[in-house]
């Protein structure tokens, strides 16, 4: 518990929240001894590269000597943007990401085939729809995880390809690179208070790998 007091761990939420989706996480992360801060940033308003610009200053003011993030959503592609730009945190961590389309997002697309990604998705819907296999490549292990429920509103606008949380499918959570990936039964918001996810996201902070 006493080196877990030296760790920093920022919360980036995801696309159309304000970072109170993350409280019974961070209630966790603060209850297994972590030092948490939540970086909040108006989703739609600016670009990825933007958002990631205000995260390096935000960290810049944290000063516990290791660093980790944790990442929803949208804010896996926030924080894969401050790596891209070559920010750097100045000290050792480890990143998870909670359902993040790393891959570009298939709901993201129906959007905009339906002529609702101006206004809903704003200036991030290019990284929303980008279709590439990122890989990851720099010294902070980064793990992903994905859940299996499809309870969600992505379901709405298109097939999403199976499994998938309802949002985003697994598949699209998968990053070359990636020191490891697992699969919660949980839908895209649920993983935020699901116990597994957070159990999951502490054992990886921890050990470098999730929990069998």
């Not at 297994?32 to 205000?54: D, E, K, N």
């Not at 129906?110 to 590439?132: D, H, I, K, N, Y």
């Amino acid at each position: 518990m006493e080196a877990q007091r030296a760790q920093a761990v920022i919360l980036v939420h995801g696309l159309w929240m304000n970072g109170l989706d993350l409280s019974v996480l961070r209630w966790r992360l603060n209850r297994a001894g972590y030092r948490t801060y939540l970086f909040s940033y108006r989703s739609v308003h600016g670009t990825v590269a933007q958002h990631a610009q205000r995260l390096r200053d935000f960290i810049a003011d944290v000063a516990e000597p290791e660093v980790h993030i944790v990442a929803h959503s949208l804010g896996g592609l926030v924080v894969l943007s401050f790596l891209d730009q070559n920010f750097s945190t100045g000290r050792p961590g480890k990143f998870v990401f909670l359902g993040s389309p790393v891959r570009g997002s298939a709901a993201a697309k129906g959007l905009v085939e339906r002529g609702f990604g101006r206004v809903l998705l704003g200036g991030v819907q290019e990284a929303l729809t980008r279709s590439e296999a990122r890989k990851w490549v720099g010294s902070h292990p980064i793990g992903t995880i994905a859940g299996t429920q499809s309870f969600g509103i992505g379901s709405v606008f298109t097939d999403l390809p199976k499994p998938n949380d309802g949002t985003v499918a697994e598949e699209e959570t998968r990053l070359a690179g990636e020191v490891d990936h697992c699969a919660v039964h949980t839908s895209h918001v649920g993983m935020l208070v699901a116990a597994e996810v957070g159990a999951q996201v502490i054992n990886f902070l921890r050990d470098g790998e999730f929990g069998r």
